[in-house]
C-alpha cells in the first residue's frame, strides 16, 4: 500500500493549497456536494505535488461547505476542508471553547478575589 499524505498550505483569494506526498501518481478528484469541482490543478513540485482548488463562488456563501478530495484510482480519501460563513459560524466549536475559556477566567478572578478578601 502506498503512503500519501495530503498538508494544507493556505486558503486565500478563494484558492485552496495544498501539497501532496505520494509514492505513485496520482490522478485527484475534488467533489462538493458529490459533484467534481472545475480547473483543479496538481503540478509537480520538488518533494510530490501543489494541489490547488478554486472554490466556486456558490461555495462562499452562508453555511457548513465541505469540500472532498480523493484519489481517483483507488477511490481513497486524501483530505478534505470545510470552509463556515454566516450565521454557523457562531456555533463553531471553536467559539464555545473561547467563550468558555473567557467565563473560566472571569471565576478565576473572581475567586481569586474573594480569597484576599
Known amino acids: 500500500m502506498t503512503q500519501t499524505s495530503l498538508t494544507p498550505i493556505r486558503f486565500e483569494n478563494a484558492v485552496w493549497e ?15 456536494l458529490g459533484e467534481p469541482l472545475p480547473d483543479v490543478e496538481l503540478t509537480p513540485d520538488n518533494d510530490g505535488w501543489i494541489l490547488r482548488i478554486p472554490v466556486p463562488l456558490s461555495v462562499m456563501s452562508e453555511g457548513v461547505h465541505c469540500i472532498l478530495i480523493r484519489d481517483v484510482a483507488t477511490n481513497q480519501k486524501l ?11 457562531a456555533d463553531d466549536l471553536r467559539a464555545e471553547v473561547a467563550l468558555l475559556r473567557a467565563e473560566l477566567d472571569m471565576l478565576k478572578r473572581a475567586f481569586r478575589r474573594s480569597q484576599s478578601s
Open 18 to 32: 495544498g501539497h501532496l506526498t505520494s509514492e505513485t501518481a496520482l490522478q485527484v478528484e475534488v467533489l462538493y
Open 79 to 89: 483530505g478534505d476542508f470545510t470552509i463556515i460563513a454566516g450565521s454557523p459560524a
